[in-house]
């Protein structure tokens, strides 16, 4: 029987305690960065309006949690440094669920190769099908970003 990856023991781990305690898994992940090794869970609160806001007992609890599934099962082999908090202000925006839940709000856009002369668009999100993006920019203009452009599409962030 094949090794389950690290996301996945996360994503089922909170599909089992997420909704029954008001969270959401946004993402994780599992990276090294110098010498060391960071598990990183994202982590939305849900609330009777929808989404609130993560507070760092939130993130707290969270971690104790998971910090006790990962001893149970110990699926990861090398030392690592666990770490839980909320995706931010300036999310990425990564699933179709990304996309729906944050349709009409203002996005960043890095592209990997200019369109209409610029690498960095800014604009209100007013599409998404089959993994392509609609923007639309305040002048009105509106473009298409093709799945495979965009190096990472952020929430924005606007004062």
């Given at each position: 029987m094949a090794k389950k990856k690290i996301g996945e023991y996360i994503a089922e781990w909170m599909n089992e305690f997420g909704p029954a305690n008001g969270y959401e898994l946004s993402r994780s992940e599992f990276?090294?960065?110098?010498?060391?090794?960071?598990?990183?869970?994202?982590?939305?609160?849900?609330?009777?309006?929808?989404?609130?806001?993560?507070?760092?007992?939130?993130?707290e609890l969270v971690s104790r949690w998971l910090s006790e599934k990962l001893d149970e099962?110990?699926?990861?082999?090398?030392?690592?440094y666990l770490e839980v908090s909320s995706p931010g202000m300036?999310?990425?925006?990564?699933t179709e669920k990304d996309f729906i839940r944050f349709m009409g709000e203002?996005?960043?856009?890095?592209?990997?190769?200019?369109?209409?002369?610029?690498?960095?668009?800014?604009?209100?999100?007013?599409?998404y099908d089959e993994g392509n993006v609609t923007l639309t920019a305040d002048d009105g203009r509106t473009v298409?970003?093709?799945?495979?452009?965009?190096?990472?599409?952020?929430?924005?962030v606007i004062f």
């Open positions: 990276v090294k960065e110098g010498a060391d090794w960071y598990l990183r869970v994202y982590v939305d609160k849900l609330d009777e309006n929808g989404y609130g806001v993560m507070s760092t007992d939130d993130c099962a110990d699926p990861i082999a090398q030392n690592y300036d999310r990425p925006l990564l203002y996005i960043d856009v890095s592209l990997y190769k200019a369109k209409d002369g610029s690498k960095q668009l800014q604009g209100r999100l007013t599409g298409l970003i093709e799945k495979g452009e965009a190096a990472k599409i952020r929430l924005a």
